[in-house]
């Protein structure tokens, strides 16, 4: 399957990707980064699936979400009949559970299941006991039952399980998936029909409070659903994307694992919801980052587990083949250790934001603000990793400096809006200081463009940010010749490269990536604030014109191949799609007004 030929569905503490052939093709237990017991998303089907389809199989007819909810509804149109299966999985009780209902449309339809499971992402075959329509599956630390009025039949040699059944119109068929920790009771079984009504009414529930206003409001809703789904319920945490290892680059290494809490990608996560008057959101992801940051300010983590853990060893699951032989499957994430000064103003920025829209005035906050600021002040000066956390040498980037002047703008603006106390004629010279520093060493006169990091011959997409970060306005000549040279030397079919790879080879890595999409949004909200609104506008109907038939993004696009690369769905990108559409509406992204 083509990446962009999966939908997601999730209780908030994990997600499974659930294919166009109904295969389920990916899902970790219990938690977003816990191992897979479906990994064929990175393998063959021997690596762990669950298939729910006509036995003919075959891609489905059509398929959607139901409206304003995470709740996937298959359809296949066959000669004899027509059938849907709806997908879900209902908000967590004792354990988790996914949830199969097939429903007979019209005539009759031969169906068929098959269900693998392969604990330890993909590794771990586990012992199988069958009765009637029962199935019991154990192998060390995991254990899963599927309960069905099917008659299921083992398959000892390929320690599969399989089912047939005919359904009729009007006729309903529940399967209902639950794990549970192998030593602990099994859990009591859910009901298949109950449960789908619990989690429509959680999800409508959600949507209710929703007071986005603007235009491309569909749009905005599915990705703000995608962002919920993202989010890790108990704790407050948001993963990047809800998988590991889907290529930047189809066939090459560039393969990474996303399923962990960057506080860059949670600022800008908790932005879009926090404009869409999610607030309740911004509170809980507040008290993840201090119970998180919690000790020296010097030890802040670019990113943490979903429950604030530090440790996240990267390490490779070489059994596995990768997403159509792309290998390494990678677990855990070296950039755990790098140094990404960015990730400070970034941080800074969304607590800001997050006090103008009203979250409570909080002691602990403003002490973990200061004492950011104040290692910030001692360290804006070094070369660091940057936000494409970049495996070679460290660089004096010029996104981390602007990232920099953000975090001493917006503690002044504290100090100025909110009566908060702070040394701010300090920090006022301080923001002073970094401003020249960047215009000084990160523009190019002779190219009239920002460059990617001082003395560098690149350009960089993050610097497409400047304007709305308030570093510049939009018609500074320098910003308009900077969004004009990413515009002629980052622009492919156009949509927007992060950087070029090939050049002076800055992330240490080989192979090239497909154009980043976050990035091709931010041309859109460049060209908005200059007022170049239909350009602008253009840009992002075409953006969203490349998300999947139920409204999904990855985090890159292969223009060559016309394909969602990266992985999937990417917090970045459905941000993104709130954002633009919100400065379409004359908002900046990012804002609320408060
Ligand atoms: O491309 C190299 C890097 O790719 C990943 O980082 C990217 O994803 C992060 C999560 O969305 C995002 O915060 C970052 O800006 C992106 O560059 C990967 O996690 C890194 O390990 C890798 O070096």
Redesign the pocket.
């Known amino acids: 399957m083509r990446i962009e030929d999966y939908a997601l569905i999730g209780d908030m503490q994990t997600a499974a990707l659930v294919g166009r052939d109904g295969s389920v093709d990916w899902l970790c237990l219990p938690r977003f980064d816990s191992p897979a017991c479906f990994a064929a998303l990175l393998d063959a089907p021997e690596a762990g699936r669950w298939l729910l389809a006509p036995a003919g199989g075959g891609a489905c007819t059509s398929r959607r979400y139901r409206p304003d909810t995470l709740i996937l509804e298959t359809v296949w149109e066959r000669d004899g009949g027509a059938v849907r299966v709806l997908d879900l999985m209902p908000p967590r009780g004792e354990a988790p559970d996914v949830v199969r209902i097939v429903q007979g449309l019209r005539g009759r339809v031969e169906m068929r299941t098959e269900l693998l499971l392969r604990f330890g992402y993909g590794h771990d075959v586990p012992w199988l006991r069958h009765d009637g329509g029962e199935l019991a599956a154990i192998a060390g630390p995991d254990a899963a039952w599927l309960r069905t009025p099917v008659e299921l039949r083992p398959d000892e040699d390929a320690h599969r399980t399989t089912g047939a059944f005919t359904v009729t119109e009007g006729e309903e068929v529940p399967f209902v998936l639950t794990w549970q920790q192998s030593w602990l009771p099994r859990p009591a079984p859910v009901d298949a029909r109950a449960s789908l009504k619990d989690a429509e009414r959680a999800w409508k529930d959600w949507m209710r409070r929703c007071r986005y206003g603007g235009g491309y409001a569909d749009a905005v809703r599915t990705s703000l659903v995608t962002l919920k789904a993202l989010t890790y319920a108990p704790t407050g945490g948001l993963v990047?994307?809800a998988t590991t290892s889907l290529p930047?680059d189809l066939g090459g290494s560039?393969n990474?694992?996303?399923r962990?809490c960057?506080l860059?990608?949670a600022s800008f996560t908790l932005q879009a919801l926090m404009s869409a008057g999610y607030d309740a959101e911004a509170r809980a992801w507040r008290d993840w980052l201090l119970r998180a940051a919690a000790g020296h300010p010097a030890d802040l983590q670019?990113?943490y587990t979903v429950e604030g853990a530090r440790r996240i060893p990267?390490w490779t699951a070489d059994w596995l083949s990768g997403y159509e032989d792309s290998p390494p499957v990678r677990v855990g994430?070296?950039?755990t250790g790098?140094l990404q000064l960015d990730v400070y103003g970034e941080t800074l920025d969304c607590l800001h934001l997050a006090r103008r829209c009203g979250l409570a005035v909080d002691e602990e906050a403003w002490d973990l603000q200061n004492g950011l600021m104040s290692y910030l002040e001692g360290a804006w000066r070094s070369p660091d990793?940057g936000?494409?956390?970049?495996?070679g040498p460290r660089r004096n980037f010029v996104h981390s400096k602007v990232l920099a002047w953000v975090a001493a703008d917006r503690m002044i603006q504290a100090v100025e809006t909110l009566s908060l106390e702070g040394p701010a004629d300090r920090w006022r010279a301080l923001r002073d200081e970094i401003h020249d520093d960047v215009c000084a060493h990160g523009y190019d006169q002779d190219r009239n463009t920002f460059t990617q990091y001082y003395g560098s011959a690149g350009l960089d997409a993050s610097l497409l940010l400047i304007p709305r970060l308030g570093f510049l306005p939009a018609g500074d000549p320098r910003v308009k010749g900077t969004v004009e040279a990413v515009r002629r030397e980052l622009v492919e079919d156009g949509l927007v490269l992060?950087y070029r790879p090939e050049k002076e080879r800055v992330?240490g890595?080989p192979g090239r990536?497909g154009t980043f999409l976050a990035c091709s949004f931010w041309l859109a909200d460049a060209l908005a604030m200059e007022g170049r609104e239909d350009e602008a506008r253009e840009l992002f109907e075409r953006l969203l014109s490349l998300r999947n038939d139920v409204g999904l993004l990855a985090?890159e696009y292969d223009t060559s191949r016309s394909r969602q690369v990266g992985?999937f769905p990417?917090?970045?990108s459905h941000v993104s799609v709130v954002n633009t559409a919100g400065a379409l509406a004359g908002r900046h992204p990012g804002t609320r007004t408060p």
Do not use: S
């Not at 936000?387 to 495996?391: A, H, V």
């Open positions: 990047a994307a930047e560039r990474w694992d996303y962990y960057w860059r990608d670019i990113m990267e994430n070296a950039a790098q990793n936000l494409w956390e970049t495996r992060r992330d890595l990536e985090e992985n990417q917090a970045f």
